[in-house]
């Protein structure tokens, strides 16, 4: 089982356990938060537990060993997932996303760290040359999260979705791979440099 560890979260492939509580979240519990954020202008389908169950399984795997779900755990519960999806095979173009539906972690900075290790990840084990992400301009939060990590807004498609009765514009964002190095080789000489400073 894959497990990624970070300073808040962990990210690994879900126990039946973690299957159970992230299945209650997305489709039972009552107030339903996350999904007045989470593309709340795509209607989805509910599958049966069963099938929510199945989703998870190795062979829906997108590469040999890269799953296309991970639980995001925080406190030792399952409170959200990362997630991703091919666009197009032949350029190497995988879109991505995150949800943290326990609503108790949001903006604690779970989420950025989340995505970013999961960015990483993805970068780290396969040869993508590019990695994207979709959402709406009302979903601030989400935009600021993917800036955080590198991605660059690369279309705006205008009053493109509905909320409420209200139109939003559609949000492209991504990073390229030399992008995404560039931004780790920085870093690590940050840290390089820190820790010489420390001497």
């Known amino acids: 089982m894959i497990k990624l560890t970070g300073e808040k979260v962990l990210l690994r492939g879900a126990t039946s356990e973690d299957v159970n509580e992230l299945y209650y979240w997305k489709y039972e519990e009552n107030i339903q938060e996350a999904k007045k ?3 709340p202008y795509l ?4 599958l049966t537990k069963e099938e929510y169950m199945s989703s998870w399984d190795k062979e829906h795997e997108l590469f040999p060993g890269i799953p296309r779900f991970l ?3 925080v406190d ?3 409170v959200g997932t990362v997630s991703c999806y091919w666009v197009d095979k032949h350029t190497n173009w995988l879109e991505t996303g995150i949800v943290i539906y326990n ?3 949001w903006s604690g900075g779970y989420g950025t760290e989340a995505y970013r290790m999961w960015i990483d990840f993805l970068f780290e084990s396969t040869s993508l ?6 959402t709406w301009s009302g979903n601030i939060r989400m935009m600021k999260t993917a800036e955080k990590i590198g991605m660059k807004e690369e279309a705006r498609i205008r009053e493109a979705r509905i909320v409420n009765g209200e139109y939003f514009d559609s949000i492209k964002m991504g990073i390229l791979r030399r992008e995404w190095e560039s931004k780790r080789s920085k870093s690590c000489n940050r840290k390089e440099y820190r820790g010489e400073l420390k001497h």
């Open 71 to 73: 639980a995001v755990i």
């Open 103 to 105: 609503s108790d972690y």
């Open 129 to 134: 040359h590019r990695l994207g992400m979709s």
């Open 43 to 46: 209607p989805e389908e509910r």
């Open 37 to 39: 954020w989470n593309a």
């Open 76 to 78: 030792e519960k399952a």
